[in-house]
């Protein structure tokens, strides 16, 4: 039988490599930055602009009203982000926005497909590093087409974790992300990182350079493409509860195995985050 999402797949390849020097042409000039739910949440012209790129690109070739498109800056603008059983492009166009307007050198273009609620595949373009992570449902996971593996390790005394702090400086909030991580530091873990984008985070575990990222208050965009590079590099994906993985709940524990995200969500602090798909939105 042919095989319908293969075409997607490379064209998502193409197009985010194409907004990834789109970025990383913009990072030459001055870069304008306006804010968003914070003063510290900030967005960029690059943002909106590569964020159009993309969709407009995927709807020319892919056509408007078969696909819907979930992106990050459209759904600041109050677009739907209700995900439905119709083939959807879930897109972060500039991951990392806060790296990018400091130029801290990560910052990554997240493309992820879904057809009936089910992530088919993902593709993520370090563009400052130009590395380009991919990975389809079932095909394994690669970074610049070399296969990727999650590690090995179980002995969470000999892990790296990451983690984030967010955008919300609510000050509850800000004590409980710092209380887990003294937690998880203190077990000991080898080290505690943070590459301040989820998508990179999400390859870093893919590759085995850690074993597992968490973050509460990460958006389904954030982490769409990086849940499939994870999963077909060997790792799980959890809920912060230790129930599945729901990609619109806005919490997450990607792991090399669950005896390590395990280890991790007894220490981790849970704080309330509103989900993505929540009732305010309008359908696609
Ligand atoms: N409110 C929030 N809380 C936590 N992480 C957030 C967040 N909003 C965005 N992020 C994402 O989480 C990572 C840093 O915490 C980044 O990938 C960032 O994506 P962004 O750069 O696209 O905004
Ligand atoms: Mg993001």
Known sequence: MEDPWQKPYDFAVSVARKAGAEIRKAGESEIKVCTKSSTVDLVTKTDERVEKIIIGSLKEEFGEGTHCFIGEESVAKGESCILTD???????PVDGTTNFVHGFPFVAVSIAFAVNKQLEFGVIYSCLEDKMYKA???KGAFCDDEPIQVSDVKDINKSIIISEHGTDRTPEKVKKIFSTMQKILCIPVHGLRGSGTAATNMCLVATGAVEAFFEIGI????????????????GILLDVDGGPFDLMSRRMVSANN???AKRIIKEIEIFPAERDDAPVQKKC
């Open 258 to 260: 669950d005896v390590i």
């Open 136 to 138: 389809r449902r079932g």
């Open 86 to 92: 119709k083939p959807t492009w879930i897109i972060d």
């Open 219 to 234: 958006h389904c965009w954030d982490i769409a493409a990086g849940a499939v590079i994870v999963q077909e590099a060997g």
